[in-house]
């Protein structure tokens, strides 16, 4: 099993910025990519960022050149900085952490954190 903490969601005007924050426990020796999603009410779960362990950087059109999603190895934690921000950037952000063991992949989802844009 893995383990996900998130933090640094909030309230931020639009042009602010924030960073959130995913960190990583249990069996994480497995994990081939890791990630950001987001969601709003009623609507799906879509890709915001994911890095994958050989560092592929993979963005939503919409945040490219706004975000930035990187890690840190030593403290198995996974970052988006968030610059820029927008009001339809508004949504639950999830961490997301991909493990392949046993010829299974298997999705991990840390608990959402809200981020909103706002004046």
């Known amino acids: 099993q893995v383990q996900l903490v998130e933090s640094g969601g909030g309230l931020v005007q639009p042009g602010g910025s924030l960073r959130l924050s995913c960190a990583a426990s249990?069996?994480?020796?497995?994990?081939?990519?890791m990630g950001w999603y987001r969601q709003v009410p009623g609507k799906q779960r879509d890709m915001v960022a994911t890095?994958?362990?050989?560092?592929?950087?993979d963005y939503l059109d919409s945040v490219k050149g706004r975000f930035t999603i990187s890690r840190d190895n030593a403290k198995n934690t996974v970052y988006l900085q968030m610059d820029s921000l927008k009001p339809e950037d508004t949504a639950v952000y999830y961490c997301?952490?991909?493990?392949?063991?046993?010829?299974?992949?298997?999705?991990?989802w840390g608990q959402g954190t809200q981020v909103t844009v706002s004046s």
């Open positions: 249990g069996s994480i020796s497995s994990i081939y990519a």
């Open positions: 997301n952490h991909k493990r392949f063991f046993m010829a299974v992949i298997t999705d991990y």
């Open positions: 890095i994958t362990i050989g560092g592929d950087r």
